[in-house]
């Protein structure tokens, strides 16, 4: 089994940042990819960021320019610095990953951008 843990996220200004991360224990084994999505009240959750193994990077389009996602191998874990945050970003962020073809999700983390 693997558990993943986020942290960082929080109560922001507009403008201001918040970094967050994802850790991952249990049996790892080649990850392939790692992703944060988000869901905000009442929508859908949506692909924020995804890094594969090669080192890949695909980010929505909403986000592009403010936020970065980057990995920790020796420590299984993905972080997402996010930058010049706006009222639009408050969402629940759930981190991801797949290994052997298995999706893992984290539990979500509040991030809360006022204005």
């Known amino acids: 089994q693997v558990q993943l843990v986020e942290s960082g996220g929080g109560l922001v200004q507009a403008g201001g940042s918040l970094r967050l991360s994802c850790a991952a224990s249990?049996?790892?084994?080649?990850?392939?990819?790692r992703a944060w999505y988000r869901q905000a009240p009442g929508k859908q959750r949506e692909l924020v960021a995804a890094?594969?193994?090669?080192?890949?990077?695909n980010y929505a389009d909403s986000v592009k320019g403010r936020f970065t996602i980057s990995r920790d191998n020796a420590r299984n874990t993905v972080l997402l610095q996010m930058n010049n945050l706006q009222p639009a970003d408050t969402a629940v962020y759930y981190c991801?990953?797949?290994?052997?073809?298995?999706?893992?999700w984290g539990q979500g983390t509040q991030v809360t951008v006022s204005s």
């Open positions: 249990g049996s790892i084994f080649s990850i392939n990819v």
């Open positions: 890094i594969t193994s090669g080192g890949d990077t």
């Open positions: 991801k990953i797949v290994t052997l073809g298995v999706t893992y």
